[in-house]
């Protein structure tokens, strides 16, 4: 019997940067939902690691990244405490979303999403947040839907 893997998730900083950008660039290419030139792909990684940077140097951004127990690089993912307008479940102003969540392929179905999707909800809880969003691809649908996660009516409409 094979003893299985254990996974921690660790809070990633500016140092972790080409892993993050590495991972997020991957997630593009194995979302099979959307087409992507490579140019598309390109231009998006250009414009989203000084974002990412800034995100991570204010805060508003924290990432994590996952380490089997062997200290190979297994995943990694984000959360971001974005702007928001308070409603009646969101009495704040930021709300917590999950982006950029990436298991390499050597470790899928072993719990590596879910080691970093639970220390995004933790910090999110521990930040007084009582309502997580995300936009699930049909890979990661039911790790979000195991941990917890609903469908909701959210709708959108490409407009360029």
Not at 46 to 63: C, H, Q, V, Y
Not at 93 to 112: D, H
């Amino acid at each position: 019997m094979t003893e299985k893997m254990i996974f921690s998730a660790e809070q990633a900083g500016k140092s972790e940067i080409a892993t993050l950008l590495r991972h997020r660039e991957l997630m593009f290419r194995d979302m099979s939902t959307e087409s992507y030139t490579e140019e598309q792909i390109r231009t998006a990684m250009n414009r989203f690691e000084p974002w990412l940077l800034s995100k991570l140097s204010d805060g508003t951004i924290a990432a994590f990244i996952a380490y089997a127990d062997n200290g190979a690089v297994a995943g990694s993912g984000c959360v971001w405490f974005r702007d928001t307008q308070p409603t009646p479940k969101v009495p704040v102003y930021t709300i917590p979303y999950i982006m950029s969540m990436y298991t390499e392929r050597q470790y899928r179905r072993m719990g590596v999403a879910t080691a970093v999707l639970n220390r995004a909800i933790e910090l999110s809880i521990a930040n007084g947040h009582k309502r997580i969003l995300l936009h699930a691809s049909k890979y990661g649908r039911p790790v979000y839907l195991k941990a917890g996660f609903e469908d909701s009516s959210e709708m959108r409409m490409d407009i360029g």
